[in-house]
T-cell receptor, first 115, second 116 residues
Framework: AQSVTQLGSHVSVSEGALVLLRCNYSSSVPPYLFWYVQYPNQGLQLLLKYTSAATLVKGINGFEAEFKKSETSFHLTKPSAHMSDAAEYFCAVSDRGSTLGRLYFGRGTQLTVWP | KAGVTQTPRYLIKTRGQQVTLSCSPISGHRSVSWYQQTPGQGLQFLFEYFSETQRNKGNFPGRFSGRQFSNSRSEMNVSTLELGDSALYLC???????????????FGAGTRLSVL
C-alpha cells in the first residue's frame, strides 16, 4: 500500500513570505500525486496534480509543486503567502495499480499566515 | 456544472442508532468514493463505487456499508453507531475510467456526524 508523509503538522509564515509544505511518498513506481486544500468546515479543494507530464506543476492560487523522483518528493510552494492561504493542506497519492478510486492521504499540514 | 453535493451537512445521533448519508456526484461522473476524516486518524478511505458496483474497499468494519444507484448517486450507511464514528464524512466523485490522468477526485463539503 502507498504511504504519504507530510513533514510538519503546522507551518507558520508571515504574509509575503515563501510557503513550503513538504510531502514524500513511498512507491517504487511513480504514482499520481495531488495537493488538496481544506478550509474550515469545508471539503477538499484540488490545488494541483501530477500525472507524469511536466515535473513542475502549477496550480490554482499561485501554488506550484515539483515532482522529484530521486527524492520521492512532491513539495508544495508559493512565493508569497497571503492571509487567505491559511488552511490545512493535504498531499495525496493515487496508485497506478488496482486501487482505482482510492487516494492515500498524508496527515495534513496546517498553514498559519501572520500579518 | 454543479459540484458534489452531500446531505445532510450535520447530523447528531446516539449510540446504537444507524445513519444514512447521501452523495450526489458531478454530472457525468460514475465513480463515488467515501472517506472518513477524524483528528486522530486523518483521512481514511472507506469504499468506492463505480457503475453501481463496489470496486474498492478500505479497512472498516461491516457496520459501514454503501451503495450506488443507476444515476450514480451514492449512499453510505453506518449501523449500530459508536462514539468513535463521530467524524466528517467526505465523498468524492470522478469519471471513474481507467485513465488515471483523467480520474481526478472532486470532493463535497462533507457530512459532520456527531454520535452522543
Amino acid at each position: 500500500a502507498q504511504s504519504v508523509t507530510q513533514l510538519g503538522s503546522h507551518v507558520s509564515v508571515s504574509e509575503g513570505a515563501l510557503v513550503l509544505l513538504r510531502c514524500n511518498y513511498s512507491s517504487s513506481v511513480p504514482p499520481y500525486l495531488f495537493w488538496y486544500v481544506q478550509y474550515p468546515n469545508q471539503g477538499l479543494q484540488l490545488l494541483l496534480k501530477y500525472t507524469s507530464a511536466a515535473t513542475l506543476v502549477k496550480g490554482i492560487n499561485g501554488f506550484e509543486a515539483e515532482f522529484k523522483k530521486s527524492e520521492t518528493s512532491f513539495h508544495l510552494t508559493k512565493p508569497s503567502a497571503h492571509m487567505s492561504d491559511a488552511a490545512e493542506y493535504f498531499c495525496a497519492v493515487s496508485d497506478r495499480g488496482s486501487t482505482l478510486g482510492r487516494l492515500y492521504f498524508g496527515r495534513g499540514t496546517q498553514l498559519t499566515v501572520w500579518p | 456544472k454543479a459540484g458534489v453535493t452531500q446531505t445532510p451537512r450535520y447530523l447528531i445521533k446516539t449510540r446504537g442508532q444507524q445513519v444514512t448519508l447521501s452523495c450526489s456526484p458531478i454530472s457525468g461522473h460514475r465513480s463515488v468514493s467515501w472517506y472518513q476524516q477524524t483528528p486522530g486518524q486523518g483521512l481514511q478511505f472507506l469504499f468506492e463505487y463505480f457503475s453501481e458496483t463496489q470496486r474498492n474497499k478500505g479497512n472498516f468494519p461491516g457496520r459501514f456499508s454503501g451503495r450506488q444507484f443507476s444515476n450514480s448517486r451514492s449512499e453510505m450507511n453506518v449501523s449500530t453507531l459508536e462514539l468513535g464514528d463521530s467524524a466528517l464524512y467526505l465523498c468524492a466523485s470522478s469519471l471513474g475510467g481507467t485513465d488515471l490522468a483523467k480520474n481526478i477526485q472532486y470532493f463535497g463539503a462533507g457530512t459532520r456526524l456527531s454520535v452522543l
